[in-house]
């Protein structure tokens, strides 16, 4: 088991690596670098996220001299303060050895200081990652909770009324975005067009500091009401379905069949027997789950409903070619879900014993 978990995470080292070579090249290719995000500022000018570089790649260290020639809308701007934003945002370097001193420091888990927020990545991070977080559990656990009773119901209940206008409604909601859902309740109860009931903007009100604490824990769900909504409603299909599939095929198994001959309860067999071999593919789901709810599904969610977590800050970044924080945060995207499928496979073993990892050489 030890030395299963070893080289997991030994195996960690060369997929992270290759996700962020994939990334850097990726970004490299991708024009509208941050020197010509701050010409423009300079300029009082709004650059797209679209616009060309006259020369080729995004950013590649132009000859001694050429600076204003180089980055389009330069012209006008002294070539000297051109070099010293070229020299800043490091693009005087080539893509390589770039690339070589980012990884060495994020070894160390420095990604140095945003090029627009004037704050370090890791404190941004940090400040931020909270309320991603908490958006994340939420909706995880309130799926959970949910997709799981579903599930077996429909597994029990497989053909009935029940499970037909049920797989209706998990259809739809597989089918529709949570960012469309998201849209759908603000018109409906956030003040668009219809009822005013719960806010549109943020997780906490302005004066929850000044509130009592039962006060506060009231004003935090209350803001969290309709982007949890609009997660749940857009991620519990596939959980649901799942959950169904597990426990229709281990309800056919012959050892089901032996435990009703020999007079064991509906429930008995359902929790007792059935729940443990059931669950173990639910279980694997959850990294895949959670990490999506956590660093895609919210990302639209926490920009539509002005959520000041990792996906808006992460959105930004992108928007600005912010790329300190655009490789951090992919950074520790990549790490949390890499370290949750780790978990998710060591947790096989409490659930069902006959898995060793051992025997299976790590394979």
């Known amino acids: 088991m030890i030395a299963y978990a070893i080289r997991r995470i030994l195996l960690m080292i060369p997929t992270l690596f290759a996700i ?47 600076e204003s020639s180089f980055y389009r809308g330069a012209q006008g701007i002294d070539p000297a303060l051109i070099k010293q934003l070229v020299h800043q945002y490091g693009f005087d370097k080539p893509p390589l050895e770039r690339f070589e001193l ?15 927020q004037d704050r370090s990545v890791v404190s941004l991070i940090v400040s931020k990652l909270p309320v991603s977080i908490s958006i994340g559990l939420w909706t995880t656990l309130i799926t959970y909770l949910v997709s799981i ?19 209706t409604v998990i259809i ?33 009100s302005d004066n929850w500091w000044s509130l009592s604490w039962p ?23 596939t959980l649901t379905m799942l959950t169904k599939n597990c426990f229709l ?55 539509i409903f002005s959520l000041d977590g990792l996906g808006l800050l992460g959105f930004d970044a992108a928007i600005n070619r912010d790329y300190p924080i655009m490789f951090g945060t992919l950074y520790v995207f990549t790490l949390i879900g890499l370290v949750l499928k780790l978990v998710s496979d060591l947790t096989y073993m409490f659930i069902d014993p006959r898995i060793d990892f051992g025997t299976r050489g790590g394979r």
């Open 20 to 66: 962020m070579v994939v990334n850097f090249v990726i970004i490299q290719a991708a024009p509208g670098g941050p020197v010509q995000q701050m010409i423009a500022k300079l300029k009082g000018n709004m650059v797209s996220a679209t616009a060309r570089v006259t020369g080729g790649a995004n950013e590649v260290a132009p000859a001694q001299g050429s």
């Open 102 to 116: 980012m990884m060495k420091h994020y070894v160390m888990f420095d990604f140095g200081d945003s090029f627009f």
């Open 149 to 167: 009773p579903l599930g077996i119901r429909k597994a029990v209940k497989d053909g009935s009324s029940f499970d037909v206008w049920t797989s």
């Open 172 to 204: 739809v909601g597989y089918a529709v975005p949570s960012f469309l859902f998201a849209v759908l309740l603000i018109v409906l109860f956030a003040g668009g067009s219809y009822l005013t009931i719960f806010p549109l903007r943020g997780l906490v």
């Open 215 to 237: 006060m506060r824990i009231a004003d935090y769900f209350w803001h969290i009401a309709l982007p949890i909504t609009a997660l749940v409603i857009g991620s519990f299909a």
């Open 249 to 303: 095929d281990e309800i056919n198994k012959q050892y089901v069949l032996t435990a009703r001959a020999k007079g064991a309860t509906e429930r008995r067999v359902l929790y007792g027997h059935v729940f443990r071999n059931a669950m173990l593919l639910v279980v694997a789901s959850f990294p895949a789950a959670f990490v999506s709810i956590l660093f895609t599904g919210s990302l639209l969610i926490e920009v």
